[in-house]
RNA sequence: GGGCAAAGUCGU
């Protein structure tokens, strides 16, 4: 059965979903092998990744017809594709249905519903979600990706002085902010043209132990030129040698 | 300690 879900796991990544699905069929069928949540999981992010969420949705009933119950990394695998694909408002149910069976979401959950709300803009909702999960603690505690993530939408927003407040929150709750964290903001900062907070930003990432990546710089070589700053830009892809990291 | 879930730049 592990074998099996490999196989499914391969094929999904590949994007063969129907290959997939019919393995599915081979196992149960041919095999008598009885998939568990672990496959039925893989699948299942396998359809939402190429955006056949109605197959995704029936798979849970299949699985629950099978005796096979969905446990948090089902839902979470379908808020998430719920989220991405825009559909903040059935995620939103599905999070409330995850009661029903007995699942509790946990930090990742709430995460990936964080993702929804802020990529169609409702930042006021997702800061409420973050308050809800500090106020819950333990398993749903806020995370250094949670807080990422939570920036950069509000980056993306324009609202980059509302990022360096959860910066400072995250800090004040013993999150450490990694160079993504770091990355998100810095990119914010740059398509406003704030590129003096930019580099402080920088220096403190440095200071805090995590260096600036090809990406970090790219971010803000990106804003550098779109600000018409070439000069600058051409320092930046300077320090970028200096720091290690070879610019493509 | 097994196979499954979440975050950053540019590249049409």
């Known amino acids: 059965i592990i074998f099996y879900t490999k196989r ?36 299942i992010k396998g359809l939402c990744n190429s955006g056949q969420l109605e197959l995704a949705l029936q798979l849970v009933h299949q699985m629950q017809a099978k005796g096979c119950s969905p446990n948090v990394i089902t839902f979470t695998t379908l808020i998430h594709g719920l989220s991405t694909a825009g559909k903040v408002d059935s995620a939103l149910q599905l999070l409330g249905h995850m009661g029903r069976y007995g699942i509790l979401p946990n930090t990742i959950t709430y995460t990936a519903l964080i993702q929804g709300l ?28 949670t ?31 990694n160079r993504v964290t770091y990355t998100a903001l810095i990119h914010g900062l740059s398509q406003v043209g704030d590129f003096s907070r930019a580099c402080v930003l920088i220096n403190q990432m440095v200071a805090m132990g995590s260096q600036p990546d090809k990406i970090t710089f790219n971010a803000i070589i990106d804003g550098l030129v779109k600000a ?19 610019p493509d």
């Open 8 to 43: 499914i796991h391969t094929l999904c990544n590949n994007g063969q979903t129907e290959k997939a699905l019919k393995m599915l069929r081979l196992m149960e069928d041919t095999n008598n092998l009885v998939p568990d949540a672990v496959t039925y999981n893989t699948l």
């Open 118 to 145: 802020c990529s169609v803009g409702e930042l006021d909702k997702a800061l409420e979600v973050l308050s809800h999960m500090t106020a819950l603690g333990g398993d749903c505690a806020p995370n250094v990706v």
């Open 147 to 177: 807080y990422s993530q939570i920036i950069h939408g509000l980056c993306k927003g324009g609202l980059c002085d509302v990022g360096f407040e959860i910066l400072h929150e995250m800090r004040l709750r013993g999150c450490r902010a």
């Open 228 to 246: 018409g700053d070439v000069d600058h830009a051409r320092d930046m892809v300077g320090a970028m040698w200096a720091s290690g990291a070879a």
